[in-house]
């Protein structure tokens, strides 16, 4: 099974709401990865969770806030976001080994639009 | 710093006609990774392949082929006998030899697929 989860599939949310996205593998892997990707442009990385730690935080603004409960669980927690923070918002998940790097696996996304 | 460069935005083919995605990447590395993925228009990226920078043999997976040139740095991807079903957004990316990855994506070649 190859397959990582996400919900919800689409998200409208007000600039003061606070809502959550959600994540699950079942592959037992050991990394997962939050991305945002906006229209007509490549993934863009947020945070990456390395045997459930942040390993990396790329600058994000706090109002996004990371978690990951279980080796198979990812959450992410929005918070007084802006319209710009409107975007497909990518779960990923991959093996995790010290002298390779493996392929990612993602989810479907979840569409976010900030009104 | 690691780049890749996908100079093509958008190819547009007839079905059956092959077609080549090209894919130029920079690193100082001496080990890296190189994959391919796909983004049809329902969202999720797809997995297409993953080669280490040890390996220059091309690869072969029914109407899909990898040339992978270190020489000129390149690792280009080729569709034989195009179908409706190709049209997607094609990402090239690249990874240091991390135990977690951090990719770093080429812009995206957008092909279309026409019957």
């Known amino acids: 099974d190859t397959e990582v989860t996400q919900t919800p599939k689409h998200l409208v949310m007000g600039m003061t709401n606070k809502k959550s996205l959600k994540c699950e593998q079942h592959m037992g892997h050991r990394a997962m990865y939050w991305y945002k990707q906006k229209a007509k442009k490549p993934p863009e990385l947020m945070f990456v969770?390395?045997?459930?730690?942040?390993?990396i935080n790329e600058s994000v603004p706090s109002r996004f806030s990371p978690e990951c409960p279980n080796s198979s669980l990812l959450n992410l927690h929005l918070h007084a976001l802006q319209p710009e923070d409107s975007a497909l918002y990518l779960c990923a998940s991959s093996l995790v080994d010290t002298g390779s790097s493996y392929e990612q696996y993602f989810g479907p996304g979840t569409r976010l639009t900030v009104t | 710093a690691q780049k890749v460069t996908q100079a093509q935005t958008e190819i547009s083919v007839v079905e059956k006609e092959d077609v080549t995605l090209d894919c130029v990447y920079e690193?100082?590395?001496?080990?890296?990774?190189l994959f391919w993925y796909k983004q049809p228009p329902s969202g999720e990226l797809v997995f297409l392949i993953r080669r280490n920078s040890f390996d220059e043999q091309n690869e072969i997976s029914g109407r899909y082929s990898w040339n992978f040139q270190k020489s000129t740095s390149s690792f280009n991807f080729t569709i034989t006998a195009s179908q409706v079903v190709d049209s997607a957004v094609y990402f090239c990316a690249l990874s240091e030899n991390t135990g977690f990855q951090k990719l770093v994506f080429g812009t995206g070649t957008r092909l279309l697929v026409s019957p």
């Open positions: 969770y390395s045997y459930e730690k942040l390993s």
């Open positions: 690193t100082r590395d001496t080990t890296y990774y």
